[in-house]
């Protein structure tokens, strides 16, 4: 099966290495794989398969990835048409 792709080089998605404490927890919540973690360092090895749903955001613990949730999720869209942003999210059954 052919990999999820998104539209290139539009993902909101940014790392700092920096500030990665290396528990892995974005490499294992990722739907995607968009990341891999080495000797306790994160990296980004597939940007363009990050359909910015900001799980990795949501779980890292110290905060150093940043990503605008939503943006690459058309379900997202559509329900903060209907819902409005406040109200919309993205997952559910077949979103993304
Ligand atoms: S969740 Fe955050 S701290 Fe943990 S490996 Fe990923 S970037 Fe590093
Ligand atoms: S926003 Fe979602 S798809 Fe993108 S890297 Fe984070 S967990 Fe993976």
Same mark, same amino acid.
């Not at 990722?30 to 749903?53: N, Q, S």
């Not at 150093?64 to 819902?83: L, N």
């Given at each position: 099966? &052919?990999?999820?792709?998104?539209?290139p080089?539009?993902?909101?998605?940014?790392? /700092?290495a920096g500030?990665?404490?290396?528990?892995?927890?974005c490499?294992?919540?990722?739907?995607?794989?968009?990341?891999?973690v080495?000797e306790?360092?994160?990296?980004? #090895?597939?940007?363009?398969?990050?359909m910015?749903?900001?799980?990795?955001?949501? /779980?890292?613990p110290?905060?150093a990835?940043?990503?605008t949730?939503? #943006?690459?999720?058309a379900?997202?869209?559509? &329900?903060?048409?209907i819902?409005?942003?406040e /109200?919309?999210?993205?997952?559910?059954p077949?979103?993304c």
């Amino acid at each position: 099966m &052919q990999r999820f792709r998104y539209l290139p080089e539009v993902t909101t998605l940014k790392l /700092n290495a920096g500030a990665c404490v290396g528990c892995g927890m974005c490499e294992a919540v990722c739907p995607h794989t968009v990341f891999a973690v080495h000797e306790r360092k994160a990296r980004i #090895v597939d940007l363009d398969g990050c359909m910015e749903c900001g799980a990795c955001a949501i /779980n890292c613990p110290a905060e150093a990835i940043t990503v605008t949730p939503g #943006v690459g999720c058309a379900g997202y869209i559509i &329900q903060s048409w209907i819902k409005g942003k406040e /109200n919309a999210a993205c997952g559910g059954p077949g979103c993304c």
